[in-house]
């Protein structure tokens, strides 16, 4: 890079006169960077619209699917004993008495130092299982065992004194654990044995029928529904399944939510601010003011949740979904679920029909091929990439002009000092003339 003498002849600060110019000569590429930058502050906000979107078409699918709405829940008369629903639930109840509850086999040896260095033999699930320590100390008798996969896990317990006890313990809890330890010359002591857990159907009737479990968790008591007990009852336990009235409640009030949150974010992003200050008043509009497409998004999703539902067709209203003044909808679960108490299938309809709605709706939307705001955001993308390229042009466009300017400017130096020296000598041979005439 050449050596810059700035302004040395002509007493320009060309440095700053180069720079003016260049200032003017890039207001195209500044007007450019200026609108690629709005454009993807734009895809931006559509993209996280687009993805709000998209979560809502999945709530609402699932919302709408047949027998979403089939909720249940199970209670029971005893905190000893704890109820699981499944949505294979349907309504029910059955009485039932807890008897024992379900514990793993644990086994102790007498008090050692070493283990003989025989072979052990572990029978456990129909399966003999050898196992041969690598030595007679307890540590490698532990290794050994824990290593056969047997079923059964070792431990070295120190009773004090130097001495130890070997502690085997079944994997597996209920009888399907029980297992048994043959080694010469060594006690061993069940201190908890393999037991299942136990439950008594219709107690103190004729009908009595015994259920056992090899954990304390009984699957499928009763359809959709499994009953945990974390104690023995001494009186009958009351296993109630009825409609979840809460959970379907929470469930339409959810699907308001998250039509609302689409709302809210649109005008969140529309709104019309204005700033004022010594220079006056300033008005800024939101990414989304104005935008064609976002306000049909705003209009399709707030027609699927307000038209009317049912046969013949009614009001959202009527079960608590309603539209408000401002646009967004409100959900009153007072009003929903004396709806659905009234009329629980009806109701459940009237739901799932909205839901179907919204869902269509939201998908049209948000689908990641043919999804309004996809193409939407696909091609202000393409613009951007396009708008990319010709700011790169002008980089290049503006680089040479830079160039010929600081070449021209170089070269009015130069030309200026050249004349600067001719004047000189002129002004030398002048000065020489005007001499030599004086002396004759």
Known sequence: ????????????????????????????????????????????????????????????????????????????????????????????????????????????????VGWPYTTMTINSGGQAYTVTPLTSSLDDVVTAVNAA???????????GGGEFRLQFAATKSGSAGAFTISDAGTTFTDVKTAQDAEIALWPGTAAAQTVKSSTNTFADLLPGV???????TGAPVTLTVARDDAGITKLASNLVDGVNGIFSLIASKSAVSSTTNTSGTTTSAGVFAGDSTVRSVNQSILSAASLPVGTPPTSPSEIGISITKTGS????????????????????AKVQEIAGRIAAAATAVSDKYDG??????????SEVRDLADRISDWDTRLASRKATLQRTYSGLEVALSNMKAQQSWLTSQLAGLSSGSSSS
């Open 1 to 112: 890079m050449g050596i810059s003498l700035d302004g040395l002849a002509s007493g320009l600060d060309t440095t700053a006169l180069i720079s003016s110019i260049m200032q003017v000569d890039a207001i195209p590429q500044t007007l450019l960077k200026n609108k690629s930058s709005d454009i993807q502050s734009m895809v931006s906000a559509l993209q996280g619209l687009n993805s709000k979107v998209a979560a809502l078409a999945t709530q609402a699918t699932a919302a709408a699917k047949p027998g979403a709405l089939d909720l249940y829940s199970a209670t029971t008369s005893s905190d000893k004993v704890v109820a699981a629903t499944t949505a294979a639930a349907t309504a029910g109840s059955i009485d039932f008495q807890v008897n024992t509850l379900a514990q793993s086999q644990v086994t102790v040896t007498n008090k050692v």
């Open 226 to 232: 499994s009953v945990t007990a974390k104690e023995v």
């Open 372 to 381: 309004t705001l996809t193409k939407s955001i696909t091609g202000q993308q």
């Open 329 to 348: 909808m409100e959900f009153d679960a007072t009003k929903f679920g004396a709806a659905l108490a009234a009329d629980p299938a009806g109701t459940a």
């Open 149 to 159: 996969g047997a079923g059964v896990t070792a431990s070295k317990v120190s009773v």
